[in-house]
Nanobody, 119 residues
Framework: QVQLVESGGGLVQAGGSLSLSCVAS????????MGWYRQAPGKQRELVAT???????NYADSVKGRFIISRDNAKNTVSLQMSSLKPEDTAVYYC?????????????WGQGTQVTVSS
């Protein structure tokens, strides 16, 4: 039922900016939090940033001051504004949804979108 549609990935030169968006739909009673994780080749998936429905944010140390996460609760959308991009930011970025159904709380992952930062 749940679907996450990610957009905004691409190729960017180091120092540039890029924005990612994720729209959640289907089978969602309420959203507790949404966020972004990333996974580079040979590395484990790691947290980038999360935001609760109330606006509380959490960032990885490596992106603090460079990335900004925001949400539009009415549209079930989370965005990630990335600036001062570094080659180390190159990874597949996955949207994550923490939501409540009528009876339980679950998580759901998007398919991922590639972000490549050239040097």
């Amino acid at each position: 039922q749940v679907q996450l549609v990610e957009s905004g990935g691409g190729l960017v030169q180091a120092g540039g900016s890029l924005s990612l968006s994720c729209v959640a739909s289907g089978g969602i009673f309420s959203i507790n939090a949404m966020g972004w994780y990333r996974q580079a080749p040979g590395k484990q998936r790691e947290l980038v940033a999360t935001i609760t429905s109330g606006g509380r944010t959490n960032y990885a140390d490596s992106v603090k001051g460079r990335f900004i996460i925001s949400r539009d609760n009415a549209k079930n959308t989370v965005s990630l504004q990335m600036s001062s991009l570094k080659p180390e930011d190159t990874a597949v970025y996955y949207c994550n949804l923490n939501y409540s159904s009528a009876w339980s709380q679950d998580i759901y992952w998007g398919q991922g979108t590639q972000v490549t930062v050239s040097s």
